[in-house]
């Protein structure tokens, strides 16, 4: 079993940065659709700003979903046992969102990509990669965080936000802490 002396699998650690990258990512999202649904809409002005505002928090939501899917193709790379994220990874929306994931991280020659409307427009894709969210980042918390970083999550427990979530911060001690004990690159 792991311990708090243990080194982490370089393979879990990259895929681990993966994913508190995208969790990094989800935060600004989160802050960004708190800014808009404040804002007035009442001048011309106001409704550029405030359409403005949308749209980044828009494209947000679409490289957070791109992210997911980096994230779930790292996991899938790695043959986990899991039966919560197989059912994910067999699922008809694995494919859209690759499609999806594509279509942010490649320049496309039309303004509204069917791989982008084609993920958007399916059934329950919204509920669906929430939970795909919450799997993966189950996933971590057990495999990369728990046994690794256990110190880590013992230190961030009382670390809440109002609504009682603690994951991300998990996840973001455990990269600092895997930081400090990386070698520099050359």
């Known amino acids: 079993m792991a311990n708090e002396s243990m080194p982490i699998p370089e393979k879990l650690a990259a895929l681990h940065m993966s994913f508190t990258r995208a969790s990094s990512v989800r935060e600004v999202l989160r802050a960004q659709l708190k800014k808009v649904e404040g804002l007035p809409i009442e001048t011309p002005d106001q409704q550029a700003v405030s359409a403005g505002e949308f749209l980044t928090g828009f494209q947000l939501m679409e490289v957070f979903y791109g992210l997911i899917f980096v994230v779930a193709e790292g996991i899938q790379a790695v043959r986990p046992e899991d039966p919560e994220l197989a059912s994910f990874f067999a699922s008809p929306n694995m ?3 690759k ?9 496309q020659s039309e303004v509204i990509s069917p791989k982008l409307h084609d993920f958007l427009t399916a059934e329950d894709t919204e509920k669906w990669i929430g939970a795909l969210w919450r799997a993966l980042n189950r ?3 057990d495999n990369v965080v728990g046994p690794y970083h256990l110190h880590h999550t013992r230190i961030v427990e009382s670390l809440r936000d109002e609504h009682g979530e603690t994951e991300d911060f998990r996840h973001y001690a455990a990269f600092v802490s895997l930081m400090k004990r990386l070698p520099r690159p050359p």
Do not use: E, K, P, T
Request: hydrophobic letters at 55%; charged letters at 15%.
């Open 99 to 107: 499609r999806y994931r594509n279509a942010i991280f490649h320049a």
């Open 95 to 97: 494919g859209l969102l």
């Open 139 to 141: 996933w971590f918390s």
